[in-house]
């Protein structure tokens, strides 16, 4: 017997239990290969909305359990949390998501639980109004935040960081970025609007638009002939920031999946050369993908930015982009799991690796070139503390202020917040290389 409710308890449980495991894209691509579209967006819905409010939707059922389940049943209770998002925030009738919810007992082998599952549903709806007034007001079980994130937001943005938990908590949107050697923004949204798809114009990307509700990338007018790209109005920013110049010759670090890469192709076409680099060869065939679709070219590297003999020909760049790996609290919309993936810990980690990168690649940008310094964190550990920490120790290096209408401006770049409807968190700094300070 199939079940929705049963297979996305299976896809979750390797990601919410003591000891986390891969992540949702990969379980995913595991398990929904032979899924109908339709069960794949049901899934894939009861999936992202149990880890956007995974600590709340804990804390409902704990109160209605007169025990905690064993360990070995962490799937009957993620069931119960499906459930409980189901009744909670879905449009589903009641009676429909309780049965089809008890019914995944018997896809998991466990019809003991078909009961306890019933009557905890069931008191839920009873009782809702009382069990939520008793529940933590600690804002990280209100917003299903683990502790040290949501500590960590308010100490780095006091002002902010209670729009950024409830932001985390929204559904992304869907933007995308015109080829403009191809077609312009407003013809676009024209040919959207005349295919009955409406979007409008970014706010900050002269290149972008946003759907006012998603489509499957296929009902998309021309973009299989590269019209258009899937890239949040965030990432878009990246481009206009490097401004290049004809005959430069260009190094994107870290270039997968390839959004920005294209971007750059599309925004200059008279540079003389870019190379495109990622440890991942995998990862670098997505970026090989994005080009051949949108008629680009560039040159592809698999390998570690961080070793330059591994792929360095000792010719220096003009313009580098380093969108470096990061924690990606500025993207947890998308990706709810990052919220119970990463851990404290693993800050200080990536910001020495933010570093190492930092300080290797600036050996080959050429003096008065520039470096665009990225990521879509939204912690200052990895942001502008860590731009500032190299600044202070690289004599030749020199923050170039970005002006901007878009984000805030902070002691060194600019930083953006997730915005419901809008942009992903993001952080960006301007690095240029001088002969002396």
């Known amino acids: 017997m199939r079940s929705s409710r049963a297979l996305a308890a299976r896809i979750l449980s390797p990601l919410l239990n003591d000891s986390p495991s891969g992540n949702l894209s990969e379980q995913f691509d595991i398990h929904l290969q032979k899924e109908h579209d339709k069960n794949q967006g049901l899934i894939k819905e009861l999936c992202f909305g149990v880890c956007r409010h995974y600590l709340y939707l804990q804390a409902i059922t704990q109160s209605l359990l007169a025990k905690p389940l064993k360990k070995k049943d962490k799937d009957i209770e993620l069931l119960i949390l499906i459930g409980l998002y189901q009744l909670k925030f ?9 049965n089809e919810t008890v019914a995944g007992c018997v896809a998991l082998k466990k019809p003991w639980a078909k009961g306890l599952i019933n009557g905890v549903l069931r008191s839920f709806l009873r009782e809702q109004e009382s069990i939520e007034s008793k529940t933590s007001a600690d804002i990280g079980t209100q917003t299903s935040h683990p502790a040290w994130l949501a ?15 409830a932001a985390n908590n929204q559904p992304a949107p869907l933007s995308l970025r015109v080829n403009t050697r191809q077609s312009t923004v407003a013809a676009y949204l024209k ?35 590269g019209m258009c790209s899937v890239q949040d109005e965030s990432a878009q920013l990246a481009a206009s920031l490097l401004e290049a110049e004809p005959g430069q010759r260009i190094l994107d670090a870290c270039a997968a999946p390839g959004g920005k890469t294209c971007h750059i192709l599309e925004k200059y076409p008279d540079i003389d050369h870019l190379i495109a680099l990622d440890k991942e060869p995998s990862r670098l065939e997505k970026v090989r993908s994005n080009l051949e679709r949108l008629g680009l070219s560039a040159e592809l590297h698999a390998a570690n930015a961080a070793d330059l003999s591994s792929w360095w020909d000792k010719q220096a760049f003009q313009r580098i982009l380093l969108d470096a790996p990061c924690s990606a609290t500025g993207i947890i919309r998308r990706h709810p799991d990052i919220k119970w993936l990463r851990h404290k810990e693993d800050i200080s980690t990536l910001a020495q690796q933010q570093l190492q990168l ?49 984000g805030i401006a902070t002691t060194v770049g600019r930083q953006i917040f997730p915005k419901p409807g ?16």
Do not use: M
Request: charged letters at 25%; a negative charge.
């Open 422 to 437: 809008r942009q992903d968190g993001f952080y960006y700094a301007r690095l240029r290389k001088c002969t002396s300070r």
């Open 90 to 98: 879905l449009r589903i009738p009641d009676h429909a998501a309780i």
């Open 151 to 165: 500590d960590s937001l308010k100490k780095d943005w006091p002002q902010h960081y209670a729009d950024i938990l």
């Open 358 to 406: 930092l300080t290797t690649l600036w050996q080959t940008l050429a003096p008065g070139g520039i470096l665009l310094y990225a990521t879509c964190s939204v912690l200052k550990q990895e942001n502008e503390q860590l731009v500032a920490q190299f600044l202070s120790q690289t004599a030749d290096a020199q923050e170039i202020k970005i002006e901007a209408d878009w």
């Open 191 to 225: 040919a959207l609007s005349d295919a009955g798809i409406q979007a409008q114009a970014c706010d900050y990307s002269k290149d972008g638009l946003t759907l006012e509700e998603a489509v499957k990338v296929e009902v998309l007018p021309d973009f299989e002939t």
